[in-house]
């Protein structure tokens, strides 16, 4: 794929599912979709879709859904979720839905399990019916609900014992495999539980861009074999805009970063501005640096400036993967039902 020493790196893809100013959210499938075909057909490895809720810039808010219509459209390419935010759901439904998932389409799924709510306190109460949110106890059962998935997607099942009897509880009734469960995490709580239990774990350092040496690094150290997994399995997410010149791709990075500092200073969030729409954003000297730091951690540029940087991060946290999230926005006159310079990010990557 890109010119690094061996083992060759491997490169993946992570999509929320934007939606700019110019598209309804059936644009922003379209795109996604568009944009799954355009990996499948590069060699990706694999294909994950987020969970956020309630936002004006993301369609992402459903994973199984949105795995069903990527993976029905493309015809190599793993397709997974990064992640589904356990605490928002009941185990045994997040179960079921893989389990089916699987058995439509063998040997492709992944199933990334995050701790975090994806959304705001309001549509974390919606989620749950009006109990109160995603609450303590939720996220602090969620070892045992992470226990409770891989139990119920094995081939045999799992008891429940219910007023003094055991009665059998299966996912789908003949399962022939399972999906390649991950935990997912923006600090060292699942990179330990992760260790613990011998999972694959993936440190979101697309989002925290912080704490990644240190987490990676607990994961390898801490981490025990399971009948799964021999040894430590991991790999790196990263921001990425690319084009065939850096000012280029500057400047189709920007509504995202924009999008990003909104939310990080609690700014209202909007859909995703055009590029030249923001480009006549006036950046306040407050946050000025904040923009600047998350920028500079980002892969930005031509294609040899891109492959390096995505070849050096590899390389720094010991990966033979990296699952860029391509942040690349649109020139206003674009095609509302795709999204071409996040295509030309995947191209442009690969050589």
């Known amino acids: 794929m890109i010119g690094v020493s061996e083992p060759r790196l491997a490169l993946s893809v992570l999509d929320l599912a934007p939606v700019r100013t110019d598209q309804t959210t059936g644009d922003a499938l379209a795109a996604t979709i568009s944009l799954a075909r355009t990996a499948d057909e590069l060699g990706y490895r ?18 199984p859904v949105l795995i069903a219509m990527v993976a029905g459209a493309t015809g190599r390419i793993r397709v997974g979720s990064g992640g589904v935010m356990l605490p928002n759901h009941a185990p045994l439904v997040i179960a079921e839905q893989f389990a089916l998932l699987e058995a439509a389409y063998p040997g492709r799924i992944d199933l990334g399990i995050g701790r975090a709510p994806g959304s705001d306190p309001v549509t974390s109460f919606a989620l749950r019916h009006g109990a109160g949110g995603v609450s303590e106890e939720a996220v602090n059962r969620f070892p045992e609900y992470v226990d409770n998935v891989l139990a119920m997607m094995d081939a045999n099942g799992v008891g429940l014992a219910v007023n003094g009897r055991t009665h059998p509880l299966r996912a789908t009734p003949v399962a022939t495999s399972v999906p390649t469960i991950w935990l997912l995490g923006s600090s060292d709580y699942s990179a330990r539980l992760a260790a613990e239990k011998g999972m694959p774990y993936v440190f979101a350092h697309h989002f925290s861009g912080s704490g990644t040496a240190a987490a990676l690094d607990l994961y390898r150290t801490h981490f025990r074999p399971s009948p799964d997994l021999d040894e430590p399995r991991t790999f ?36 995703q501005r055009m590029v030249e729409e923001a480009e006549k954003v006036e950046v306040s000297e407050a946050h000025r640096g904040l923009l600047d730091a998350m920028r500079s951690r980002w892969v930005i540029g ?11 991060l590899a390389a720094t946290y010991g990966v033979d993967e990296v699952m860029v999230h391509p942040v690349a926005g649109a020139h206003e006159g674009s095609s509302p039902g795709s999204s071409e310079a996040r295509e030309e990010t995947l191209r442009l990557l690969v050589g």
């Open 46 to 63: 694999r294909y994950w879709l987020a969970e956020h809720h309630n936002m004006p810039a993301v369609a992402a808010t459903n994973p």
């Open 302 to 312: 031509d294609p040899g400036q891109a492959r390096a940087a995505v070849a050096e």
């Open 236 to 271: 790196l997410t990263v921001n990425a805009s690319v084009a065939t010149s850096r000012e280029e791709a500057e400047r189709l990075a920007l509504p995202q970063l924009l999008a990003m500092l909104a939310l990080r200073t609690g700014q209202p969030l909007a859909a």
